[in-house]
């Protein structure tokens, strides 16, 4: 079995989301089929990377089709869970043309949450953290060899 990441997060996040899913103890690298980077997209591109797919403003089921593509990798069934009941339903729309086995779940556990949260909260607590730590600047992607 193959397991990888979809996030819709972007390049400039990548090293970063993988620090983040290591240290709460998720890897998902040697679980794919490739560990080379797949690029799809122009501008910020898509990119694959230690098992994870970072889409970041490309649709998830275009690049997730293009990387199936890529690599020539036609699994028996795909089983894709999302935060959001719209990237289920594209994801399996578009899995379906090409018929691929799917089960999608939409994941709502954090919802009560989210639901919470507001600009004006957002904006409070950045204005608090920029002045607790007035040093502080936006993540950097890191740099390439």
């Known amino acids: 079995m193959v397991t990888i990441a979809l996030t819709a997060r972007s390049l400039d996040l990548t090293y970063r989301t993988i620090e983040q899913l290591a240290e709460v103890g998720i890897h998902f690298n040697g679980t794919g089929l490739f560990e080379c980077p797949i690029v799809y997209g122009d501008g910020k591109p898509a990119l694959y990377m230690n098992g994870v797919l970072f889409c970041g403003n490309h649709a998830k089921e275009k690049v997730l089709l293009n990387w199936l593509d890529q690599i020539n990798y036609h699994p028996s069934k795909i089983i894709f869970i999302d935060d959001k009941m719209k990237n289920v339903t594209a994801v399996g729309n578009a899995l379906a043309k090409h018929q691929f086995k799917y089960v999608g779940m939409r994941y709502a556990y954090l919802d009560e949450h989210k ?31």
């Open 115 to 145: 639901a919470k949260v507001s600009q004006e909260v957002i904006d409070k607590e950045l204005k608090e953290f920029a002045q607790e730590y007035p040093d502080a600047r936006p993540i950097a992607p890191m740099p390439s060899d």
